[in-house]
């Protein structure tokens, strides 16, 4: 009788724990950091985009998603097939957990369909704005990238574009929404001159100045280490000393995919993100992922990487002892010399075993710390993205709950909302649906008005 009455009030807890976390989400004034501006159409959008295009990309869709699927696709009727709304919104959704390249496979059908010219910019732009405003979102910032290969003038064009869209959707909602962006360039890319490029059009044209707040490393992380970056992001830094008034953030996706590594290197790549000077860090799954979610596995990386490892652990080996088990320290510096004569690129494996586990749990408090003490830079979280690409069995083992608990600097955003069918105050609903506190959320959402790339 008494264990029934106790699940009965355990139940009424909950309900009514919900039910004040959804009054709570419903009252709020949402900031959304890390949100992609073609990400965001709608399935209806990305529809009529493709229909007022005359010469679709096809092969940037289909080559991939029939690798991935085996799907044939019949492009001459391609609109016809798919006019069912429902369909086509199978075919766009990434809705299940899967690895980032099935992502990819679906972020190419807006890249396909789209024609990407500076008037649909600007039509996106103003209509996302827009409808963002009337889901309560009351500042975005939201990241553009343009092909590795563009020049400068495409730069110029359709970075105006952007901003003058931004601009006209906040005029459509009557100002109730501030709207920013955020250029994403490519890892491997001409990344400097295009900066230049940018910063220069933010010297000439009032607009750009007001609207263009950050730089953005998103896409692939695999296979480009923090440390390519280090110099680049001191470059930055310098710049915003010595001129504030075109001051830009720096946004690092890191640690959201993380295939070509093991899990510790991984976790210090988010770290070494945060030292070297990123602002806001996307994901950053790596840094508080439960190390147990790794029993068992075989993981492999390159030699080089391993090194780079075991130097870190060696470098900081007297303050990672504070906070767990480690690694002995003969035992570093011997592996250190067995690895210093093989090929930098061949594999080394690791079965992940409880010494293991033990390591990287202290390595990610190490890291957190690191994070909160010696940087000022913010986690970008964002629930569906992770649970999804980040592959999560589920909320509760969502990494934010860690990060909250040891008082890092967090905020909640979206993504790509129009891909995975979600709005901002859906993911603060995920959030508070897996047990962060309504104090908690209430204290997100406003401290992330000062986490936005003018004020960091």
Known sequence: MFRIYTSFVNKIKNTLQFFLSFLLIHSMSFVDLHNHLYGSITAKKLFEIGLNNPNPRWTLFTNLYNKLYSKEFKTESFFEDYEDLEQFKNLYFFNKPAPFIEFQSKFNLIIALSKFDEEEIRDVAKDIVAEHAKQEVAFAEYRL?????????????????????????????????QARLVMSL?????????????????????????????????????????SEKKSFFERVLRDNEENPHTAVSILYHVGESFADKTPKSAARWVGESALYGAHRLGHSIALGINPESFADKTISEKVSERLDQLQFEIQHYEKLKYFGITMDYAKLIQEVNLLKGKDKDSQISFVINKQYIDELHTLQEFLIYLIREETKSVIECCPTSNLYIGMLPNMEEHPIHRFVDRNLRVTIASDDPGIFETTLKREYQLAANSGLSEKKLDQIEKLSYLYTSEKL
């Open 186 to 226: 490519h890892r491997d890319g001409n990344y400097l001159e295009q900066y230049e490029w940018l910063k220069e059009l933010m010297n000439e044209r009032n607009l750009v100045r007001k609207y263009l707040v950050g730089i953005d490393f998103c896409y692939i992380e695999e296979g480009f280490p923090p």
């Open 145 to 177: 990238m343009y092909a590795p290969n563009a020049t400068r003038e495409v730069y110029e064009s359709k970075t105006i574009a952007a901003c003058e869209g931004l601009q006209l959707g906040e005029e459509l909602s009557q100002n109730t929404i």
